[in-house]
């Protein structure tokens, strides 16, 4: 079974709603090409896998995103903290250097 995935969308048409197609995103032209999966339950189930390994991918990478947004975000609050530390550390000691 080809483990690869797939940025598709799972569509049946309905006069003949056994038939399974992969509707690509649409392209430059405003086109948008399918993938004719068929009846057979054996490839319509691989053609789910695949466009659900491309989520669950996306889902991954969306994550990721935002833990590493919330670092930087962090990292810039604990270093003006850290420079609002020193500031009045030096006030308090008196000690001019930085």
């Given at each position: ?73 962090c ?14 550390i ?9």
């Amino acid at each position: 079974m080809d483990q690869g995935c797939l940025l598709a969308r799972i569509h049946y048409k309905t006069d003949r709603p056994n038939i399974m197609y992969m509707l690509l995103p649409t392209d430059e032209a405003g086109k948008r090409k399918y993938i004719h999966v068929g009846v057979d339950s054996d490839k319509q189930q691989q053609a789910i896998a695949k466009v659900s390994r491309y989520e669950e991918r996306e889902t991954v990478r969306r994550q990721i995103r935002l833990l590493h947004e919330l670092y930087d975000q962090c990292h810039l609050q604990l270093s003006a903290m850290l420079n609002q530390l020193r500031c009045d550390i030096n006030q308090v000691t008196g000690n001019t250097d930085s």
